[in-house]
């Protein structure tokens, strides 16, 4: 394996183990409002876009009703789905996103907790933000210091680290989890009786001895 390929790794390894220390003194705190909040709203744009999709689902699927809001469908209409009891993740790596930027008004507006997953703990969205999380890296694991890797990464296993939080703090059991992934095979074993499985819509033959 060449040493570009290898960077992927260590630069990941070199950032994640300075990030509990990072987050120490926010993660707690925000993880209180994130659980009082009655829905989580989850937003970015580009790569930091994808990464917000996945945190929106992980915790959807451990209890927390989540929801991808995309900025600028937001601004036609999208940002309807935000209440007052909403909890709002935003990410961004430059932390000066223009289309978020563009959003913070009418976020404002609905006096709502706004968390921050941010390269940049000193930009405009941080300045805005009730919560910002650092996730702040050295450099790109791409050979051009460009391409998002490392960004993506680091605010990846941030978006774990709340969901897994928050499961402690909810209290959240297998069997719950078993009600959220009903096809899968954790979810049939402990949610579904046999009778259920073998159900087809049809009566089943029984063959008595």
């Given amino acids: 394996m060449n040493s570009a390929m290898e960077k992927v790794i260590s630069y990941a390894i070199e ?11 926010t993660m707690e705190s925000m993880l209180s409002a ?3 909040g ?3 709203i989850v937003s970015g744009v580009g790569k930091s876009g994808i990464i917000a999709q996945k ?6 699927s451990v209890g927390k009703p989540s929801h991808f809001l995309h900025p600028i469908e937001a601004m036609h209409g999208d940002i309807g789905i935000v209440n007052k009891s909403s909890v709002v993740i935003i990410l961004s790596n430059s932390g ?10 009418y976020l404002k507006k609905r006096n709502i907790i706004i968390i921050g997953i941010l390269g940049n703990t000193d930009s405009p969205l941080a300045k805005v933000c009730n919560y910002v999380l650092d996730a702040s890296v050295k ?13 993506t990464l680091i605010a990846l296993a941030i978006g ?22 009903p096809a899968g095979l954790l979810g049939k074993s402990l949610s579904m009786t046999v009778n259920e499985v073998m159900y087809t819509g049809v009566h089943l033959p029984i063959i008595e001895s």
């Avoid at 000066?96 to 008004?105: G, K, R, V, Y």
């Avoid at 774990?160 to 992934?181: C, K, L, N």
């Fill in 139 to 151: 450099r790109e694991a791409c050979p051009l210091n460009l391409a998002p890797t490392t960004s």
């Fill in 34 to 36: 994130l659980v009082n």
């Fill in 38 to 40: 009655e829905r989580v």
């Fill in 96 to 105: 000066a996103t223009s289309e978020l930027l563009s959003l913070i008004p």
């Fill in 160 to 181: 774990d680290m709340i969901a897994v939080g928050y499961m402690e703090r909810s209290g959240f059991t297998p069997e719950e989890f078993a009600i959220s992934h």
């Fill in 55 to 60: 945190i929106a689902a992980t915790l959807t």
């Fill in 15 to 25: 950032e994640l183990q300075t990030l509990p220390e990072r987050l120490e003194n």
